[in-house]
């Protein structure tokens, strides 16, 4: 069955530094979606894109944030200088389609911990 | 504003038992309710979903319940067995839109032997 997957599993960085969380969606699936999950909390809208552009995105996702589709296989999320706050697990997902009716795919996370 | 919200964290039941998991959402103009499981250390996993000109889905052992006037919605999960231990979140999308999900606080169920 196809996945989502995600890279790496855990990284651990210091506050400021940059970090990169890398996603391979489904291979026929055209929309893309960062979330994240505080530990212990809900999880939360970060990002969509689709056709090499940001379609929506939170508040959350402010100019620290950056997404790129760098290939045509490889969806990325990259944090420009690291706060504690950032700390959370973070999915990527992708659909088929757009609709509300349209089933995402979720990847395993990556545990992001900044110390 | 916009909210989906649960009313238990907990729940344990034996298995065997049916489970019901519960949500209530607060903005009006979603048009499909949808329910994830997640395992420990796993994103999260479509159950099944409900539009929102529907009080009633079926799905293999899940039963999904709308009722709008009071804006809750409901998991039940029949003969439940460890396999179902999770926590699970409900979660509203709107048409429209590019899938984004709005997802509630989740609910751990625990089932016990």
């Known amino acids: 069955e196809p996945e989502v997957t995600q890279t790496p599993s855990h990284q651990v960085t210091q506050m400021g530094q940059e970090v990169i969380l890398r996603c391979v969606p489904i291979?026929?699936?055209?929309?893309f979606y960062w979330y994240r999950q505080i530990l212990g909390q809900k999880v939360e809208f970060l990002v969509s894109f689709y056709n090499n552009e940001i379609s929506e995105k939170s508040e959350i996702f402010d100019d620290q944030f950056s997404v790129e589709r760098p290939d045509g296989s490889n969806f990325t999320l990259k944090i420009r200088s690291t706060k504690l706050e950032d700390s959370a697990m973070y999915f990527c997902?992708?659909?088929?389609?757009?609709?509300?009716?349209?089933?995402?795919?979720f990847g395993q996370g990556t545990r992001l911990t900044v110390v | 504003g916009e909210s989906v919200g649960l009313h238990l964290p907990t729940l344990s039941v034996q298995e065997g038992d049916n489970s019901i998991i519960n949500c209530a959402y607060s903005n009006s103009a979603s048009d499909y309710f949808i329910w994830y499981k997640q395992e420990s250390g796993k994103g999260p996993q479509f159950i099944i979903d409900i539009r929102s000109n529907m009080d009633k889905r079926q799905g293999q052992r899940v039963t999904v319940l709308l009722n709008k006037t009071v804006k809750h919605l409901s998991l039940q999960i029949a003969a439940t067995q460890p396999g179902d231990s999770a926590v699970y979140f409900c979660?509203?999308?709107?048409?429209?839109?590019?899938?984004?999900?709005?997802f509630g606080a989740g609910t751990r169920l625990a089932v016990h032997p």
């Open positions: 997902a992708s659909t088929p389609s757009s609709g509300a009716n349209t089933e995402a795919f």
């Open positions: 979660a509203e999308a709107f048409s429209g839109g590019y899938n984004k999900l709005i």
């Open positions: 291979s026929n699936h055209l929309y």
